[in-house]
């Protein structure tokens, strides 16, 4: 190989390695995400971890004083060994580690500081072959547009196509090949080459095979953490959806929380639903936002006279699954092929700064507030929004997490809603697989007038409405702060209490 091409293929092994990279830091950092929640402080923590271990790297190879070239490419295969394999070995040892924590940031320590390694030895590689200027003008560019690469590719392509896990194998192959490339191309330069090509050949195909196995992998991994049959399971933009069944039951888990089973849904989205449209034989029009199971849009279409349902939810492999698959089209009723439904995929937060219309029931059925992104949708900012496209003689009811478990962050919800000058009727319903479960209704009037409920109904009825809203004392109104934007105090509320609970 001539020098300038030689020059070009170790400047396409810097574009290469930092694609690789940051693939390997999103992949840590979603990961954290999912399976411990709170996705600002996982990826921060994940991302301040990574940097700090890659300044160890680089502070390292100040030691690696002969066969450079021999050292770059063994590390290339030992990052495409960690890097392509970390997303499954974190999957499968979810459920078997005490401390999950411990062997995440000891992976992403280990990982960073190989990755922390590789510019410094390629910059000294290039040395001689570059002027300083060039050298460095290049590298960093190379290295910048990389990184550009990842961070598109990563959501776009990579979440939604491949997973995670299969997305850490598929870098980690390129990692280790580039190893290889280099070893062809300075075959004669570098010492024991033949026992580093035996290597990458390994390790490439230990990775070949993660890859063509990454999803029997996760699978695995999944039936071992919920302790129930997988029976679907996808990654998407925006959250891990898996579907378990075990005997008769059927159960939603979104980045490994449960969000319902199939034996007790009916007191949830009962629950949810008709204390507030019962009572409004005027509502024509009905916004649910969240709520991709169409289970609360199974119990809106119980009232004959609703003239539309539009629901809003970010996920469209959500709901695309839950109008398609027949198990759970039962489940629903077939809810969203009715022609009085549409759906919107869209980020609730935006799509009702923009919405212009007007509706008489509001239901925000969000998951529980355990990360600032979804705690957004509990805000001051929110509420307002949802208020301006809200009926003066309507009502809006919101889901509001365990009120004994965690009551601050029950009331703090109420105080939040008060605080936009909205009348609140707390409430609460024992449902088995979560416990007691608190919802409040929200209107800007009071509401009153007789209870309607539809017929065919399993938990609900008249002489039980009324016991709903009364609270013990475990489970009465204490002082919080509101939830505001700038503060999101729901989330921090949220933390503490489940995290004292779990750990009990």
Same mark, same amino acid.
């Given at each position: 190989?001539?020098?300038?091409?030689?020059?070009?293929?170790?400047?396409?092994?810097?574009?290469?390695?930092?694609?690789?990279?940051?693939?390997?830091?999103?992949?840590?950092?979603?990961?954290?995400?999912?399976?411990?929640?709170?996705?600002?402080?996982?990826?921060?923590?994940?991302?301040?971890?990574?940097?700090?271990?890659?300044?160890?790297?680089?502070?390292?190879?100040?030691?690696?004083?002969?066969?450079?070239?021999?050292?770059?490419?063994?590390?290339?295969?030992?990052?495409?060994?960690?890097?392509?394999?970390?997303?499954?070995?974190?999957?499968?040892?979810?459920?078997?580690?005490?401390?999950?924590?411990?062997?995440?940031?000891?992976?992403?320590?280990?990982?960073?500081?190989?990755?922390?390694?590789?510019?410094?030895?390629?910059?000294?590689?290039?040395?001689?072959?570059?002027?300083?200027?060039?050298?460095?003008?290049?590298?960093?560019?190379?290295?910048?547009?990389?990184?550009?690469?990842?961070?598109?590719?990563?959501?776009?392509?990579?979440?939604?196509?491949?997973?995670?896990?299969?997305?850490?194998?598929?870098?980690?192959?390129?990692?280790?090949?580039?190893?290889?490339?280099?070893?062809?191309?300075?075959?004669?330069?570098?010492?024991?080459?033949?026992?580093?090509?035996?290597?990458?050949?390994?390790?490439?195909?230990?990775?070949?095979?993660?890859?063509?196995?990454?999803?029997?992998?996760?699978?695995?991994?999944?039936?071992?953490?919920?302790?129930?049959?997988?029976?679907?399971?996808?990654?998407?933009?925006?959250?891990?959806?898996?579907?378990?069944?075990?005997?008769?039951?059927?159960?939603?888990?979104?980045?490994?929380?449960?969000?319902?089973?199939?034996?007790?849904?009916?007191?949830?989205?009962?629950?949810?639903?008709?204390?507030?449209?019962?009572?409004?034989? *005027? #509502?024509?029009?009905?916004?649910?936002?969240?709520? %991709?199971?169409? =289970? @609360?849009?199974?119990?809106? &279409?119980?009232? +004959?006279?609703?003239?539309?349902?539009?629901?809003?939810?970010?996920?469209?492999?959500?709901?695309?699954?839950?109008?398609?698959?027949?198990?759970?089209?039962?489940?629903?009723?077939?809810?969203?092929?009715?022609?009085?439904?549409?759906?919107?995929?869209?980020?609730?937060?935006?799509?009702?700064?923009?919405?212009?219309?007007?509706?008489?029931?509001?239901?925000?059925?969000?998951?529980?507030?355990?990360?600032?992104?979804?705690?957004?949708?509990?805000?001051?900012?929110?509420?307002?929004?949802?208020?301006?496209?809200?009926?003066?003689?309507?009502?809006?009811?919101?889901?509001?997490?365990?009120?004994?478990?965690?009551?601050?962050?029950?009331?703090?919800?109420?105080?939040?809603?008060?605080?936009?000058?909205?009348?609140?009727?707390?409430? *609460? #319903?024992?449902?088995?697989?979560?416990?007691?479960? %608190?919802?409040? =209704? @929200?209107?800007?009037?009071? &509401?009153?007038? +007789?209870?309607?409920?539809?017929?065919?109904?399993?938990?609900?009825?008249?002489?039980?409405?009324?016991?709903?809203?009364?609270?013990?004392?475990?489970?009465?109104?204490?002082?919080?702060?509101?939830?505001?934007?700038?503060?999101?105090?729901?989330?921090?509320?949220?933390?503490?209490?489940?995290?004292?609970?779990?750990?009990?």
């Amino acid at each position: 190989m001539t020098e300038r091409g030689l020059r070009l293929l170790l400047l396409a092994s810097v574009f290469t390695i930092a694609t690789c990279g940051l693939i390997y830091e999103l992949i840590a950092g979603t990961i954290a995400s999912y399976l411990l929640g709170d996705s600002v402080l996982q990826f921060s923590t994940v991302i301040g971890v990574y940097l700090f271990a890659m300044g160890i790297g680089s502070w390292l190879s100040r030691y690696v004083e002969k066969n450079l070239l021999g050292v770059f490419i063994q590390v290339e295969f030992l990052i495409a060994l960690f890097g392509g394999s970390a997303a499954a070995v974190l999957f499968g040892l979810f459920a078997h580690v005490s401390s999950f924590r411990v062997l995440l940031y000891a992976i992403v320590l280990l990982i960073g500081t190989l990755v922390g390694l590789e510019i410094p030895l390629l910059l000294r590689i290039l040395k001689d072959r570059l002027q300083f200027k060039d050298l460095i003008s290049k590298v960093f560019t190379f290295d910048y547009i990389g990184a550009l690469l990842a961070s598109l590719l990563f959501p776009l392509v990579l979440v939604p196509h491949f997973g995670l896990a299969r997305s850490g194998f598929l870098f980690g192959i390129l990692n280790g090949g580039v190893g290889l490339v280099a070893l062809w191309a300075l075959w004669d330069q570098v010492p024991r080459a033949r026992l580093l090509r035996i290597n990458g050949v390994a390790v490439l195909a230990l990775l070949a095979c993660g890859f063509v196995f990454s999803e029997r992998i996760v699978s695995w991994s999944e039936a071992a953490a919920f302790g129930e049959d997988v029976i679907f399971s996808k990654s998407t933009p925006y959250q891990r959806i898996t579907l378990t069944r075990h005997a008769d039951d059927l159960r939603l888990y979104l980045n490994g929380n449960l969000q319902f089973s199939a034996r007790d849904e009916y007191r949830y989205h009962e629950a949810l639903v008709h204390p507030g449209l019962a009572r409004l034989p *005027h #509502a024509r029009r009905v916004l649910v936002l969240g709520g %991709g199971d169409g =289970l @609360a849009v199974r119990e809106i &279409l119980r009232y +004959p006279h609703l003239e539309s349902v539009t629901l809003v939810d970010l996920d469209p492999a959500m709901t695309r699954l839950f109008s398609t698959q027949e198990v759970l089209t039962r489940l629903n009723h077939s809810a969203f092929a009715s022609s009085k439904v549409h759906v919107v995929n869209a980020d609730a937060f935006t799509w009702l700064k923009d919405n212009r219309e007007m509706f008489d029931f509001i239901v925000a059925d969000f998951p529980d507030p355990s990360n600032f992104s979804i705690g957004k949708l509990y805000t001051t900012a929110f509420y307002q929004r949802a208020r301006t496209a809200l009926a003066q003689e309507g009502a809006m009811v919101i889901q509001c997490t365990s009120p004994f478990v965690a009551p601050k962050s029950f009331w703090c919800i109420d105080e939040t809603l008060r605080a936009c000058g909205l009348v609140t009727e707390p409430y *609460h #319903a024992y449902v088995p697989s979560f416990g007691e479960w %608190g919802f409040i =209704l @929200a209107s800007p009037r009071a &509401l009153g007038g +007789p209870w309607r409920l539809p017929p065919g109904l399993r938990f609900l009825e008249e002489k039980n409405v009324a016991s709903l809203r009364e609270f013990p004392p475990d489970m009465a109104r204490v002082p919080t702060e509101v939830n505001r934007l700038n503060n999101q105090a729901l989330v921090r509320y949220f933390e503490a209490e489940w995290a004292r609970y779990t750990h009990q």
